[in-house]
């Protein structure tokens, strides 16, 4: 049988991603560089028998599609800087009211309006601290479409596993560069449909009581159970509560869900990293500098290797400090000012041998901008 192979957009393998994980509803709002992901599935989702709504705004898109999550659907959103930052209040609703949902963010330059229509990695603080309180969060990321669309499937899956918003950090690079996508067949990734209760209709019914095994099931909103949903710090029934013990309680469930799963969670690729003496840890786009730079210079003797992240929060500490632990020096390649070297620095046993290489003018990180400070570092001996 003939594969399904498809040149394609990183938007586009997004919204493969999200109609093979079983998207149900969709709202939006256009904003460069995601107006992609709406405009495919404002006509995909419906032929599948999907809903698809263009909202007012960001605000009212992230209120929907958590409207629509706890009537049973499998949900999501797409944005950039700007309205990612409008939807701050409301993924913390979901975080609070652990609501399944997906959010695709197709990073460009920041802040405020900033650079539009050119790439930056510049979201990846706002993705862990935007909302505000103590909260955990899952966000991924990749540097190719075939893993544009495994990372969309896996945000899915995590979203339903772990019942919280999951967020997609792609960039403007990923998205609109056009490469082969292959789309798998039906039943070759694995699909987490959504945890139903088994609670009978008449029975009392706790929405936020987690089985042995941390998973919280669910009931249609409007369906056979009535329940509470809030904002507020609640117990087991959703009715809120400021006992101090229900409250310091949710609060270490709603962190712990996460980040005691790190090892569950955590995607990443190694790229040259056999007795690598120089590793560059990236991601997204800038990965795919770093890649071409550390298979360049294998083929002449050099030891440089890739450590490529997918998943950077909750951030992958173990992961990082065991891979980077023989190097003689780890260069951070991203395009902000340093926000995974600051995680990259803590994680590692010597700090100080941790370097970044980076843009901040919104043009994509080349190997030659990579190679330049490596020739840098190694002159001084490192």
């Known amino acids: 049988m003939p594969k399904n192979i498809r040149f394609v957009q990183g938007n586009e393998a997004c919204v493969e991603g999200a109609l093979y994980a079983g998207l149900d509803f969709y709202a939006g709002y256009p904003i460069t560089p995601s107006t992609e992901i709406a405009e495919l599935l ?8 999907g809903k698809f709504i263009q909202m007012e705004d960001e605000i009212a898109s992230m209120c929907a599609i958590i409207g629509a999550s706890l009537t049973g659907k499998k949900v999501m959103t797409a944005t950039s800087g700007p309205g990612f930052s409008l939807k701050q209040e409301a993924i913390g609703y979901a975080c609070m009211a652990e609501i399944p949902c997906v959010i695709a963010n197709v990073q460009r330059g920041g802040p405020s309006t900033g650079n539009p229509t050119h790439v930056s990695q510049g979201d990846i603080n706002q993705a862990r601290w935007g909302t505000h309180g103590d909260h955990s969060i899952i966000a991924l ?4 479409h075939q893993d544009v669309f495994k990372m969309t499937v896996d945000a899915f899956n995590m979203a339903e596993t772990y019942r919280t918003p999951v967020v997609l950090l ?30 009978a209709k008449d029975v009392d019914y706790h929405p936020y009581l987690p089985r042995e095994d941390g998973r919280l099931p669910m009931s249609d909103f409007g369906g056979e159970h009535r ?18 013990k229900i409250v310091s309680g949710l609060l270490r469930h709603l962190v712990d869900k996460i980040d005691n799963n790190v090892q569950a969670i955590t995607r990443y690729k ?9 590793i560059l840890v990236s991601y997204g786009s800038s990965a795919r500098s770093a890649i071409h730079l550390a298979q360049n210079r294998r083929s002449k003797g050099e030891k440089i290797g890739v450590l490529e992240l997918q998943s950077l929060w909750p951030f992958p500490v173990e992961l990082v400090k065991e891979k980077c632990a023989g190097a003689k020096a780890v260069l951070v390649v991203e395009m902000n000012m ?8 803590a994680a590692v046993k ?20 990579i190679k330049q400070l490596l020739r840098v570092i190694q002159g001084r001996g490192v």
Request: aromatic share 8%; charged share 30%.
């Open 338 to 345: 340093g926000q995974v070297l600051t995680q990259v620095k």
């Open 42 to 49: 404002s006509e995909r989702l419906p032929e599948r028998g």
């Open 141 to 144: 990321t990749a540097s190719n």
């Open 227 to 244: 329940y509470n949903v809030t904002g507020l710090f609640h117990d087991m029934w959703g009715f809120p509560s400021n006992n101090p």
């Open 350 to 369: 010597n700090p100080d041998r941790v370097f970044l290489a980076n843009r901040i003018d919104g043009k994509l990180i080349t190997p030659s901008d």
């Open 270 to 278: 190694e790229h040259c990293l056999e007795g690598a003496e120089y």
């Open 170 to 199: 792609f960039d403007e690079v990923v998205g609109h560069m056009r490469e082969k996508l292959i789309v798998p067949e039906k039943g070759e990734l694995e699909i987490v449909d959504r945890l139903r209760t088994s609670v």
